[in-house]
Structures are given as C-alpha cells and as structure tokens.
C-alpha cells in the first residue's frame, strides 16, 4: 500500500474517532443540558414566588403565612416565560386539583430513532426533579418542584447532535481533503527520490535531485546524490581493472598462441615428416607392413592434432576485427563454422546497420562474444538452427546488439547462473565496455542478447 493511501487512511481513522467523540459528548451535553435547564427554570420561578410571597404577605397581614400562596396570581403569562420548554413546574403544598405548570413541549427538538431514545437513558441515566425553597428565609412559604420531561429531553438531544454532527461532518471533510493534500505535497519529492533510485539501478549513477524544503527529504537525497557518486566512481574503477585484465589475457592468449605454432606446431610438423619416411621406407623395402601401417595411423593423428591446433590458434591470436573489420569477421566466423561439417546446425546472419566503421574495443567485443555464444550454442546444445544477429542502433550514443538465438533448449535461469569460463568472459567483457548482457528463453531454446554502446 503506498505511504500516501496509508497517511491518509490513518487520518481519516482519526477524524472518525473525533467525529465519534464529538458525537458522544454532544450527547451527553445535550441529555445534561435539560437538568440545567430545569434548575434554572425552578431558580427563576422560587424568585418570582419570593416577591409574591413579601407582597401577599405585607397585604394580607390577617391571614397566616401558610396560606400565603399560591394566589392565583402566581400561574400567569410571566411565570410561563420563566420555565424552559420541556419543564414542568408545581407549588408544593400544591392546592387541591392543581396541575403543574409546564413549559412549552409541543413540537419541542425532533423525534429521535428508537434505538436512540432506547440507549441514552440506559448509559445517561434519568433526570432528577429539582426543588427549590420560595424564600430561604421563610420555610413557611413553600418549595417550588421542577420535573423535566424525558421525551422532551431525548428530543432535545437528538436535535442538538445532528446540529452538531452537521458541522462536524463537514469540518472533518475539510480536514481530511486538505490534510491529504498537504501529506501528498509534502510526499512528493519522494517520487523524485525513487525515480532517481531507479535510474541508479540501471547505471546512471549521476542522477541529480531537486533542492528538497523539507530537512529529512534534504538529507536523503543528498545521502542519494553520495551513494550515486560512489557507485559510479566504483563502476568506473572496476571497469578499468577489468579493461586491464582483458588486455593482460589476450597479451597472454598472444604469447600462448606463439608458444603453440613455434613448439606444437614445428613438433608436429617433424612427427608427420618422420611417420611419412617410415611409411615410405617400410612400404619400398618390406611392402604394406604392420610399420607402414602403424605410420599412417601416426600421420592421421598428427593430421588431426594439427587441425585443432589451427583451431585452438584461430581463437587464440589477434581477433579478426582488427585486421578485416567488425562485418568482415563476423562473416568469416560463421563461414568457418559452416565449412566445419554439413550436418552441423544452420547459421543465420543478419546484420544490420552500417558496420564499417566500428573498431577498438566495442568491434573486438563483440566479435567476442558472438564467437563464445555460438561456440556454446553448437557444442553444448542439440540445436538445429542458430541465428545471430548484430544490430547497430542509430543515434549518437548508439549502441550494437548482439543476439545468439538456438533452438536447442536450455534452462535460461541454470545458465545465466552459470560460473562457466566462457560466460564469465562475455558478462566481463560486456561489463568493462559499459554494456549489458541478458540470457532469456527462446522458442525451443535460449536467447543470449549483449548491448555495447558505442560511446564506451
């Protein structure tokens, strides 16, 4: 899951929970709201009863203060305007056939879900009736009562929550839109720093990255910028070692290959003058002997001694790029193949582009590692057509590809895992010249495909 779908998945978790928070103590601020309501409308209405309790009394000194109140004065339009909606409010001693005096309920919040009016009073609890003495300093006057209604109260509840869930929703969906676009603003230099990553990961090391604002994505592309820096400082030295061990085998092939013509060859040379001589002398003067014989069997085997030596110096000396051209040797190289035996493989050759002018160390390269690959595709497969292809990419960092594709089969990965002299020199050979090398499978067989650029 991408870093941004999880920062914000994260930050919508935690506005759910606000918003569940905030939800929660709404209601339990509405649902508490009507117990204030009812002190304060029981408060007011003792007030009241207080200043008609001293007037009644200062009037109506004849009678005794306990029956004082209630007047009928008592239950008017103004003592109405003191008790909240949903509040009932009694005289206690009430007078006989007297109904509390209640607030306005009709209509009052709106009607609530059952399950909503079935939860709250269960976890809230019910409301307690409030009592409050008329004067605090005549206890002879009375108390006032104040009940809530429930009903009323559950409404009033659920009323104040959507009003408040209204607004909190819409806060939280602009709080989760533009967190989310300030997380993906502040994650986006990340996609630079993979970006770059990526182009490390297939050779360009010196890859530049933005002035990042932020500190920790500062550090790590500079941390990218030295690691690159590196990479390519090594890359270049070890393709430098491997340049200068290349150039030290084929001095040794060289020398080797001179070892060879000067001592096997003379050696060999000498070993079929004398089987020739033997041959000859025995057959004059005792005719077709056992030693005429065993002479001509010396001279096949000394024939077919020399004829792998000549092989073994074909790959040994100076690679023929240097000396007929990249297109000329390469036609030479299947043509020497194809000459070996009728019944070997078909070989295919397919060049293309303009050749000519390809020398150093990319022609010799190449030449190479087409020698090895169908050297590989001819002794180590059973296959019965063999392509080759070279291919020259226009452009002016142009590169040359190089394809053996057989029909033999094969395990593509087994060989590309391979530790085998021969393919160990091609990917060295590949590598020092800043290329590439990849072995996939192939219908009926394997695909060995080197790209060396031009430039190198």
């Not at 009694?90 to 009052?108: D, M, R, V, Y």
């Not at 967190?179 to 994650?187: F, G, M, R």
């Not at 490390?200 to 500079?222: C, D, H, N, V, W």
């Not at 590949?430 to 190198?456: D, H, K, N, Q």
Request: contains cysteine.
């Amino acid at each position: 899951m991408r870093l941004v779908l999880r920062l914000v998945a994260r930050l919508l978790l935690i506005v759910v929970l606000c918003l569940g928070a905030a939800t929660v103590w709404a209601t339990f601020d509405a649902y508490r709201s009507v117990d204030r309501a009812t002190a304060a409308s029981a408060q007011r209405v003792a007030q009241a009863l207080q200043a008609l309790y001293w007037r009644e009394l200062l009037l109506r000194s004849s009678r005794a203060r306990e029956h004082l109140l209630p007047v009928p004065d008592w239950r008017t339009l103004e003592t109405m305007k003191l008790i909240s909606p949903g509040v009932c409010v009694e005289f206690q001693p009430a007078a006989a056939f007297e109904k509390p005096l209640c607030g306005q309920s009709e209509g009052l919040g709106k009607t609530p879900p059952r399950w909503f009016a079935a939860i709250v009073p269960t976890f809230l609890g019910s409301h307690a009736e409030v009592v409050r003495p008329v004067s605090p300093r005549a206890a002879a006057a009375g108390t006032v009562v104040a009940t809530p209604d429930g009903a009323a109260a559950i409404s009033l509840a659920w009323e104040y929550i959507l009003n408040v869930i209204d607004v909190a929703l819409l806060m939280a969906a602009a709080i989760a839109l533009l967190a989310s676009l300030a997380i993906a603003h502040a994650l986006a230099p990340a996609r630079a720093i993979v970006t770059a990553l990526h182009r490390m990961a297939r050779g360009q090391y010196r890859t530049k990255l933005p002035r990042f604002r932020s500190m920790e994505l500062a550090m790590i592309g500079s941390a990218v910028g030295e690691l690159g820096g590196r990479l390519e400082e090594a890359t270049e030295q070890r393709a430098a070692l491997t340049r200068r061990l290349i150039e030290i085998r084929e001095d040794e092939r060289r020398a080797l290959a001179r070892e060879l013509h000067d001592e096997f060859g003379q050696n060999l040379s000498a070993i079929l003058a004398f089987a020739n001589t033997i041959e000859t002398a025995s057959t004059r003067d005792n005719g077709d002997t056992g030693i005429a014989q065993d002479a001509r069997m010396i001279s096949q085997a000394t024939h077919h001694l020399m004829a792998s030596l000549r092989d073994a110096l074909k790959r040994l000396r100076n690679p023929l790029p240097e000396e007929l051209g990249l297109e000329a040797s390469l036609v030479n190289l299947v043509d020497s193949w194809r000459s070996h035996s009728a019944a070997r493989p078909t070989i295919q050759l397919d060049l293309r582009g303009d050749l000519t002018d390809i020398s150093g160390p990319a022609a010799t390269t190449a030449y190479r590692v087409a020698q090895e690959c169908l050297t590989n595709a001819l002794r180590h497969s059973a296959a019965h057509e063999i392509s080759l292809r070279i291919e020259r990419r226009a452009g002016e960092d142009g590169a040359l590809l190089i394809r053996v594709e057989d029909d033999g089969g094969g395990d593509a990965e087994r060989v590309a895992q391979s530790a085998g002299f021969g393919l160990t020199g091609i990917r060295e050979r590949v590598t020092a010249a800043g290329g590439s090398l990849s072995i996939m499978p192939a219908r009926g067989g394997l695909s060995v495909a080197a790209t060396i650029p031009l430039a190198a």
